[in-house]
């Protein structure tokens, strides 16, 4: 059984975690059929223009490292060779990305599982699901996830969530900036793919070089940022999305994208 699921939906990549007997828990065939799925999707560009992540059933969307792994596939090891860690190069892929990831948050996401969703660039939450970073009652600290967490969450937020180990609701998660939308577990999918409707509407060559600036601005100084910004803004102005977005604009309908 593929643990890792990769389905291809006209212009959306769907990838969903497939262990559902495991509540979605991590495993390196799970970060690895992630990645390959994001690689798939921007292989497929401009015919691709977004990512979906979710996991199988209702109770979690991911609980986050597969602790009952054993041997060298066992979490929280050191390779003192090879320091890299498997969900590192994850999310160093997803930083260049140039496709937005929207996570569609099925169920509970914790650790690990919060981690995926703060990676993710949109989230759609169903009402029910909890979200934690439970490491410190197992004697560690979520390193990796607080790298995106810090972008994302508020700094008082994110500590109490992090030192107390103690999980928020969805409706938290979402004043928190965690996730975008909550709804009710029979929305879900009509929440999520109106949100995949919306981002199909905005231009393609417009949405992957402006998360392309986005993702460079993160640590930059401002005077680094505005330079970046200025030199940008003037190359989209020249793409073929630009040119096409103002005559619609200004005949009146809808624009046909070329998506360069």
Same mark, same amino acid.
């Given at each position: 059984?593929?643990?890792?699921?990769?389905?291809?939906?006209?212009?959306?990549?769907?990838? @969903?975690?497939?262990?559902?007997?495991?509540?979605?828990? #991590?495993?390196?065939?799970?970060?690895?059929?992630?990645?390959? !799925?994001?690689?798939?999707?921007?292989? +497929?560009?401009?015919?691709?223009?977004?990512?979906?992540?979710?996991?199988?059933?209702?109770?979690?969307?991911?609980?986050? %490292? $597969?602790?009952?792994?054993?041997?060298?596939?066992?979490?929280?090891?050191?390779?003192? @060779?090879?320091? /890299?860690?498997?969900?590192?190069?994850?999310?160093?892929?997803?930083?260049?990305?140039?496709?937005?990831?929207?996570?569609?948050?099925?169920?509970?996401?914790? +650790?690990?599982?919060? !981690?995926?969703?703060?990676?993710?660039?949109?989230?759609? /939450?169903?009402?029910?699901?909890?979200?934690?970073?439970?490491?410190?009652?197992?004697?560690?600290?979520?390193?990796?996830?607080?790298?995106?967490?810090?972008?994302?969450?508020?700094?008082?937020?994110?500590?109490?969530?992090?030192?107390?180990?103690?999980? #928020?609701?969805?409706?938290?998660?979402?004043?928190?900036?965690?996730?975008?939308?909550?709804?009710?577990?029979?929305?879900?999918?009509?929440? @999520? $793919?109106?949100? #995949?409707?919306?981002?199909?509407?905005?231009?393609? /060559?417009?949405?992957?070089?402006?998360?392309?600036?986005?993702? %460079?601005?993160?640590?930059?100084?401002?005077?680094?940022?505005?330079?970046? +910004?200025?030199?940008?803004?003037?190359?989209?102005?020249?793409?073929?999305?630009?040119?096409?977005?103002?005559?619609?604009?200004?005949?009146?309908?809808?624009?046909?994208?070329?998506? #360069?």
């Amino acid at each position: 059984m593929n643990e890792l699921l990769i389905q291809r939906d006209g212009p959306v990549m769907r990838l @969903t975690i497939n262990r559902e007997d495991r509540r979605n828990a #991590i495993n390196t065939e799970v970060i690895t059929g992630i990645m390959d !799925g994001i690689r798939q999707a921007i292989q +497929a560009m401009p015919d691709v223009r977004v990512i979906v992540l979710t996991g199988t059933g209702s109770k979690a969307f991911c609980a986050g %490292a $597969d602790l009952k792994r054993t041997g060298k596939d066992r979490p929280f090891q050191i390779n003192h @060779t090879d320091p /890299a860690q498997e969900i590192g190069d994850l999310f160093r892929l997803v930083e260049r990305c140039p496709l937005p990831i929207v996570a569609r948050v099925n169920g509970h996401a914790v +650790a690990g599982g919060l !981690g995926l969703v703060a990676m993710c660039d949109m989230a759609v /939450a169903t009402e029910n699901a909890k979200f934690g970073a439970p490491e410190t009652r197992i004697g560690v600290w979520p390193m990796m996830i607080m790298t995106h967490l810090m972008r994302v969450m508020p700094k008082r937020k994110l500590l109490e969530l992090m030192v107390t180990g103690e999980p #928020i609701s969805a409706m938290e998660a979402n004043a928190a900036g965690l996730i975008n939308h909550v709804v009710p577990e029979s929305e879900l999918d009509a929440k @999520t $793919d109106w949100l #995949i409707q919306r981002i199909l509407k905005s231009s393609p /060559a417009a949405v992957r070089r402006g998360l392309y600036v986005y993702r %460079a601005m993160q640590d930059m100084t401002m005077h680094q940022a505005l330079v970046l +910004a200025e030199s940008n803004g003037g190359l989209m102005g020249t793409s073929e999305d630009a040119a096409e977005g103002i005559t619609a604009f200004n005949e009146k309908r809808p624009p046909k994208w070329p998506g #360069i």
